[in-house]
């Protein structure tokens, strides 16, 4: 659990740089967000999928990825040292975390199996 908190706050500090419209003030503000994210991911996440499970069947799941901006906003209302610009920016700030968490947790997943 922790390694993937830590994937995921080297994550957020890169896309933090590359994304305009995301601040991240300090690499200690990137940490909380990756734990708020884990944390609202875990239960409000859930909570919304089944509430908009007709909306996402019709949108053959694309509305997932908003579910995703939402959570982002979420953390964002209520981290100092985080800030998103709005929910497009949301939306693909947590399309690029999760990409970039794919990448470097293919070699922790590698590390894991040796």
Same mark, same amino acid.
């Given at each position: 659990?922790?390694? %993937?908190?830590?994937?995921?706050?080297?994550?957020?500090?890169?896309?933090?740089?590359?994304?305009?419209?995301?601040?991240?003030?300090?690499?200690?503000?990137?940490?909380?967000?990756?734990?708020?994210?884990?944390?609202?991911?875990?239960?409000? %996440?859930?909570?919304?999928?089944?509430?908009?499970?007709?909306?996402?069947?019709?949108?053959?799941?694309?509305?997932? +990825?908003?579910?995703?901006?939402?959570?982002?906003? =979420?953390?964002?209302?209520?981290? %100092?040292?985080?800030?998103?610009?709005? +929910?497009?920016?949301? =939306?693909?700030?947590?399309?690029?975390?999760?990409?970039?968490?794919?990448?470097?947790?293919?070699?922790?997943?590698?590390?894991? %199996?040796?």
């Amino acid at each position: 659990m922790l390694t %993937r908190i830590i994937i995921s706050t080297i994550s957020i500090i890169i896309v933090g740089y590359i994304l305009p419209g995301v601040v991240i003030s300090t690499p200690f503000a990137a940490f909380v967000v990756a734990v708020v994210l884990a944390l609202l991911n875990s239960i409000v %996440r859930p909570i919304l999928i089944i509430l908009t499970f007709p909306v996402t069947i019709v949108t053959l799941g694309l509305f997932l +990825l908003v579910i995703n901006g939402i959570m982002v906003l =979420i953390a964002n209302h209520f981290i %100092r040292g985080f800030s998103v610009s709005g +929910l497009f920016t949301a =939306i693909i700030f947590s399309i690029l975390v999760s990409l970039i968490n794919g990448i470097l947790g293919i070699n922790s997943y590698k590390e894991k %199996r040796k």
